[in-house]
């Protein structure tokens, strides 16, 4: 499948997508190059120069920094990436070195608009610099609602509402009720991306496990009851 216009289902399950202007959306699948990673393969890494805009098509990536002194680094993992997301758009703005590293959590799949085809395209196209800015700002928004969390919920809610954001796609699904029930993502992943112990995640995973809300997986998680998850949720 080396025609980016034959994952145009998978871009139009993704609400960013699915609300561009025609001329733009067309632009990207011409000017789109297809990316495929095996299991942890880097597609970039921090402080690496912008290539580009990139739409996960398949597989999952993993967006995470450091934190601590080179001898005791320690790794902050801010989030596992679904199709259909679109990421990148940051350097694009601002012309800066990338903020985190990207590696592919399990085979996969994107699109890669090259940085300068794409700041090209919307010097030509100017009008266009908004739609590219509204995707930045639904992930602005999603940050401050992380930080909020971080700073007033328990363990367990920022722990489920970590899972349901994860199952819609963290706001990019279009609004057709469209769900991700299995997450490839392990407890120790998890762990870090909700700021606790491994140990604690074992002990929330496994209450949720046993009032058959989820299922655990060997490097994933099953949701078997996303209504049940959703009500524990603030």
Known sequence: M???????????????????????????????????????????????APCGLYALVAGAIRISGQSGQSNDAREALLVVLTPPQWFGEISVFDGSARTHHAHAAEPSTLLQVPHEELLAWLQAHPQHWRDLAVLMADKLRMAFVNMEEQTVLSAPLRLARRLVDMAQGYGQRTDDGSTRRVLAITQEELALMVGVSRQTTNQILNDLKDRHILRIQRGALEILDLQALRALCP
């Open 2 to 48: 080396s025609d980016p216009s034959r994952y145009l289902p998978i871009l139009n399950s993704g609400r960013w997508f699915a609300q561009l202007p025609a001329e733009f959306a067309q632009a990207l699948l011409r000017m789109a190059k297809l990316r495929t990673l095996q299991m942890g393969d880097a597609l970039f890494l921090r402080d690496s």
